[in-house]
């Protein structure tokens, strides 16, 4: 048999998929592809299973699958309890051994790529019933390969570019970014002409517009740091456009909606769970509750994270700060039912003075349901609170387009368009903000498209981290850090200042480390700048 390894050791997870990413394990698993994959329905199975494996605790659905992306402005969490992992990423002291970061954001990250590899290795020689069919298997691995290579490079730099099975014993190389982009920029390129536009009752699964999708983001992301490759504004605004302009996606109106419903339709592409089936998301619910607040059953919240002050304190006065934001905590009265309303603020009343997020309290249970799918809770009372919930990761939703097309065509040409202007008003104005100034520069223009994808993406999946990483923004806020922070507190002084930690060269900051087990695997590697 051959053996199949890939930085770590790994058995392949089969399952089943029907309708979506079904969570029933096959009893093939252990057995090579050259073994099994003889029809498209077992080959189904391994196709499943590269979305599922990023889906769980140990990958992207808790959150440590975000881990070194509490340095950037919109993510803070506890000040002491057993939140180390994020703690040390937020004071910008993330060092080699951290586990989550090397548990969840690159084991957890790698196996979707051998996932991958592992569908694309034997397609050739499955017999489907068409050639659509073929190219649709392919399209989704091509897709789902490009997404984790994109996660993997903003986050560690230099990578090795596996793109199939490798023996036991190589220990292959890292290369350069250019060439990991290189990559990632020939897999969408084949996962855009490989899928179809959609797949009727199948939500979960990569289309057409998913690869457009992504490749606006990779384009942009390729025009700042450490690439720098400006030419490639025009082609990050041109896909975006295509999605734009393909009409199948809109705004949800409400914007908390988009936060208590399941690919709905500004949902472009999104992981999908289910509690019941044994697969539920837990980056949401008991996970972003203030530790002040328990439930009528008793549960208390667990505050994982939270946002920064200075961060909520800038935010627009909108609909969507509203919805964003918890600023009034729900405090039980000590042997009652009754609970009182405390400011977020109160150094009396409550334990570290941050703002939480109120998006992600919520499952997609029906208000009043005692399903435990996230915080179940009235105006008054907290009945419920749950660690778990069925919502979706939605890791790219349609707001994200008209935002890379507003700012992408503003650098590509001589300044904002109308079009441009168009775009990021559809996003202010179901903010509940005003039309965008008219009349701004280039530059300005692009800083006003920074400044709402912040606030529209808060907490979400390393959006705000990846544009502080791309435009160099880490010296600018750890200064407004700083002087936002409590000087009361003195956990909230030594974390905002940098002078207090070992990160002083800010330019180190940017990418994580490489994990301390994969570099003793690798003694030929060599370990990221500053770490």
Not at 63 to 89: M, Q, V
Not at 124 to 147: C, H, I, T, W
Not at 363 to 381: C, H, I, K, M, R
Not at 413 to 425: E, K, R, S, V
């Amino acid at each position: 048999m051959k053996l199949r390894y890939l930085l770590f050791t790994l058995l392949t997870l089969s399952v089943w998929l029907t309708g979506c990413q079904d969570l029933t394990e096959n009893p093939k698993a252990d057995l090579t592809p050259e073994t099994y994959y003889k029809t498209p329905q077992e080959l189904e199975g391994t196709i499943a299973a590269m979305y599922r494996v990023l889906c769980p605790d140990d990958a992207w659905g808790y959150i440590a699958g975000f881990a070194s992306y509490f340095g950037s402005d919109d993510l803070a969490t506890h000040p002491a309890s057993n939140k180390i992992d994020f703690r040390d990423f937020d004071r910008l002291q993330g060092d080699a051994g951290n586990g989550s970061m090397g548990n969840n954001q690159w084991r957890g990250t790698w196996k979707a790529i051998y996932q991958a590899n592992a569908v694309l290795s034997v397609v050739d020689g499955v017999k489907f019933p068409s050639e659509a069919d073929k190219n649709g298997a392919a399209g989704q691995a091509y897709f789902m390969r490009a997404l984790s290579y994109f996660y993997l490079v903003r986050t560690f730099g230099e990578l090795p570019v596996v793109t199939e099975s490798v023996d036991v014993d190589e220990r292959p190389g890292r290369q350069p970014v250019a060439e990991v982009y290189s990559l990632i920029l020939d897999d969408l390129d084949k996962a855009e002409r490989l899928l179809p536009e959609s797949w009727p009752g199948q939500p979960g699964k990569a289309n057409k517009y998913a690869a457009k999708a992504l490749l606006s983001d990779v384009y942009l992301t390729m025009t700042g740091w450490p690439l720098n490759q400006t030419n490639y504004y025009a082609q990050a605004a041109e896909k975006a456009n295509d999605v734009i302009q393909s009409g199948k996606y809109q705004l949800v109106p409400d914007y908390g909606d988009v936060f208590r419903t399941n690919n709905n339709s500004e949902a472009i592409f999104a992981l999908q769970y289910n509690t019941a089936g044994g697969l539920a998301r837990r980056s949401t619910g008991q996970f972003c509750l203030p530790q002040d607040e328990t439930s009528l059953a008793g549960e208390e919240g667990w505050h994982d994270f939270c946002t920064e002050i200075t961060f909520f304190r800038k935010a627009p006065k909108c609909k969507r700060t509203d919805e964003t934001f918890l600023t009034t905590l729900k405090i039980r009265k000590t042997g009652t039912d009754e609970f009182e309303k405390v400011a977020w603020d109160d150094f009396e009343k409550t334990s570290t003075q941050h703002p939480y997020f109120k998006k992600f309290r919520y499952g997609v249970a029906a208000p009043g349901s005692t399903a435990g799918d996230g915080l179940n809770e009235t105006e008054d009372q907290i009945i419920k609170m749950a660690p778990s919930t069925d919502k979706t990761l939605d890791i790219i939703r349609y707001p994200a387009m008209l935002l890379n097309y507003a700012e992408a065509s503003a650098m590509a040409g001589g300044g904002p368009t109308a079009a441009a202007y168009d775009a990021i008003n559809q996003v202010r104005t179901r903010a509940g903000l005003p039309d965008l100034t008219p009349g701004l520069s280039q530059t300005a223009f692009r800083d006003s498209v920074v400044f709402e994808r912040a606030y529209e993406f808060a907490g979400e999946m390393g959006i705000r981290w990846f544009d502080i990483v791309r435009l160099q923004l880490l010296p600018q806020i750890i200064a407004e850090r700083v002087k936002g922070a409590w000087q009361k507190d003195q956990y909230w002084e030594n974390e905002l200042n940098p002078t207090n930690t070992s990160a002083t060269n800010l330019s180190t900051r940017y990418i994580a480390p490489i994990p301390q087990s994969e570099m003793e695997r690798n003694p030929a590697w060599e370990q990221n700048p500053g770490y």
